[in-house]
């Protein structure tokens, strides 16, 4: 049902009135996790006085280590939902459990399903019976085909409202956190009638790689970016070598905008 065999046309996927897919070009800014109500309202202030309407932040964290931050839960949803509310944005958020997606469907504008998730067939079925968008990113070390299988899995259940998000593979290579698997945008785009967005700050996990993998991914065709920006990245509790403070992320977005004017 993903392929572009089935469905030639483009699937736009629009998120509380803002359209996602078809040559609309988004972007997805906020922080890795919620860790307050004055952070997140921080970042959501920056978006706003920008235009932008979409922004994320972790509050249910897949961490490495089960010492790391985890992520404030359902208090974090609910910081989100406030955030989302006063500022007039929609919110993303992953959701890790069927049973967490049942309490985030409330609070949440999109579901995320991160990449350590992306074959957990029975969250893949679950996000296909709720009524929200879904933002599925690319496993660790998933194959193109694996990666178009499991968005098969949401939208078989009827739920046909599915961003990709490519956000870097497992390589021999040390230089960046991931491998930005640049080339799978126009791929997925071939193979599938779905959206493609490109997480640069999970594929690079270096700040200075940020601004020229967001440029490749406008030129490459891809329907949006999606990065991670922190009032004070220094004291982020996850993420803190990649994530843009204020001032960087401002200087980003003003070159990333003149980007995507000169390629239209
Ligand atoms: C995230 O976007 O917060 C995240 C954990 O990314 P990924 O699942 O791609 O590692
Ligand atoms: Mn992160």
Redesign the pocket.
């Known amino acids: 049902l993903v392929s572009r065999k089935k469905k030639p046309e483009n699937t736009v996927v629009d998120i509380k009135g803002t359209k996602v897919g078809n040559g609309n070009v988004n972007y997805v800014f906020g922080p ?1 996790a919620v860790e307050s109500y004055e952070q997140t309202a921080a970042v959501a202030e920056s978006l706003k006085s920008k235009g932008l309407k979409l922004m994320r932040g ?1 509050a249910f964290k ?1 961490r490495t280590s089960p010492y790391d931050f985890q992520g404030l839960g359902l208090e974090g949803l609910q910081i989100l939902k406030r955030v989302a509310d006063e500022y007039d944005l929609a919110v993303i958020s ?1 959701i890790v459990t069927p049973k967490d997606l049942e309490l985030a469907v409330d609070y949440l504008d999109v579901i ?1 399903i ?3 998730n992306m074959q957990n067939f029975e969250l893949l079925k679950a996000a296909g019976d709720v009524d929200k968008p879904v933002l599925l ?1 690319r496993g660790l070390s998933a194959t193109i085909s694996e990666f178009i299988n499991a968005a098969e899995y949401i939208i078989s259940r009827g739920n046909g409202n599915i961003i990709l998000c490519e ?1 870097g593979i497992r390589t021999y290579e040390t230089a960046t956190r991931n491998t930005l698997d640049i080339s799978a945008v126009p791929v997925l785009k071939q193979e599938t009638h779905l959206p493609v967005m490109v ?1 640069v700050t ?1 594929s690079t996990g270096r700040r200075d790689l940020l601004l020229p993998t967001a440029k490749a991914a406008l030129a490459i065709g891809a329907d949006g970016v999606m990065a991670e920006v922190h009032p004070d990245p220094a004291v982020a509790l996850s993420d803190s070598a990649q994530q843009m403070d204020i001032p960087t992320f401002d200087s980003f977005f003003k070159e990333l905008k003149d980007i995507e004017n000169r390629l239209k």
């Open positions: 890795c972790g897949p992953e995320q991160g990449a350590r990113k956000r997480d999970h």
